[in-house]
């Protein structure tokens, strides 16, 4: 199941429909947030909505409440996938920063993933607690990837045997994402273009939203799918820290954020994207797979 590879820390936050996999009309269940399913709701109603899989409403299994989700890989053979992380500001919502303040939790399996990243990280304090923060964590992973500066991060791309690969996360500059792209598409140029058209067609899709407009979109991803029949599509997924503003006459998305802004930088990571494949889609990019040129 593709979302176990992903989602290997909450398995059980996801079930796929027996049989539903790889047919038209399956569905993917996702463990029930209020957040997530209060976005949802509004998108089902927005002009994002063809952006974002459709949503069916709740189903009770056993004593868990789950959402109801179109299966975006319904149909493909095969897929690859890739998850963008977007925003300058991915996995913290600015409470947390306050909670982190009032109540800081050390925690171990946290300073554990650190370490393994780089030893050198944690400062002295930090080692000889054997503990650090959520926050703490969470800002260190955007610093050390291109969410804070590019405004979006390669999580993981998935390859057509179903291997997951997770080094892009410490990318930095465009021109490694712009070799992260190659190698996600194997240099074809029909889906670098497909990818192109639909992250053209979002940004337009964002300008009218009335959903963007009110929300603070934190922790979502941009899901690039794409199979060996050239069809490739991209989505917006992941609405458990996305909230409404309630001053949303303020909320930019293409500014850097700075504490109490609740800005997300959404748009930063969007424009990054675009101009990478805008550069690959170029007419005389010579950097294609020669056989597909
Ligand atoms: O990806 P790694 O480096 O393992 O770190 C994870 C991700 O940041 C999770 O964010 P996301 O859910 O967006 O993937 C976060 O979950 P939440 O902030 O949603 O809880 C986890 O916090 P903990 O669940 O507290 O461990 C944290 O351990
Ligand atoms: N509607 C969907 N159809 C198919 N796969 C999905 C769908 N939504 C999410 N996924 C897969 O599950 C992974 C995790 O989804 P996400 O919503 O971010 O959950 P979590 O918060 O548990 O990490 C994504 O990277 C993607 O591979």
């Known amino acids: 199941m593709t979302m176990m590879h992903w989602s290997l820390r909450r398995q059980s936050s996801w079930v796929q429909l027996a049989g539903h996999q790889g047919t038209d009309g399956g569905e993917v269940l996702k463990l029930y947030s209020e957040v997530e399913a209060n976005c949802l709701d ?46 300058v500001r991915w996995t913290y919502q600015e409470e947390e920063l306050v909670k982190a303040r009032t109540n ?24 000889e607690q054997g503990g650090v923060t959520k926050s703490r964590y969470l800002q260190w992973k955007d610093t050390t990837s291109s969410t804070a500066t590019l405004g979006f991060r390669i999580e993981g791309i998935m390859t057509e045997d179903g291997s997951v690969q997770r080094d892009f996360r410490k990318i930095m500059t465009l021109a490694q994402v712009t070799e992260a792209l190659l190698f996600f598409t194997r240099r074809q140029r029909e889906i670098l273009e497909a990818y192109h058209s639909r992250l053209l067609a979002l940004s337009d899709a964002l300008k009218n939203s009335l959903f963007f407009r009110t929300h603070e979109v934190i922790g979502s991803s941009l899901l690039f799918v794409h199979d060996h029949s050239s069809r490739a599509n991209v989505w917006m997924i992941d609405f458990a820290k996305t909230t409404p503003v309630s001053d949303a006459s303020r909320l930019r998305h293409n500014v850097p954020w700075a504490e109490g802004s609740r800005e997300d930088g959404y748009l930063i990571g969007l424009t990054s994207l675009i101009t990478s494949l805008s550069q690959l889609s170029e007419k005389n990019n010579d950097r294609f797979c020669p056989l597909l040129l």
């Open 42 to 87: 509004c998108l089902m109603r927005d002009p994002l909505r063809p952006f974002v899989p459709q949503y069916h409403g709740l189903v009770t299994k056993g004593e868990l409440c789950y959402i109801r989700l179109e299966d975006l890989l319904s149909g493909l053979r095969k897929p690859v996938i890739m998850d963008c992380k977007m925003g």
């Open 104 to 127: 800081a939790t050390l925690r171990s399996d946290m300073y554990q993933k650190m370490v393994k990243i780089d030893p050198s990280a944690p400062s002295a304090e930090e080692h």
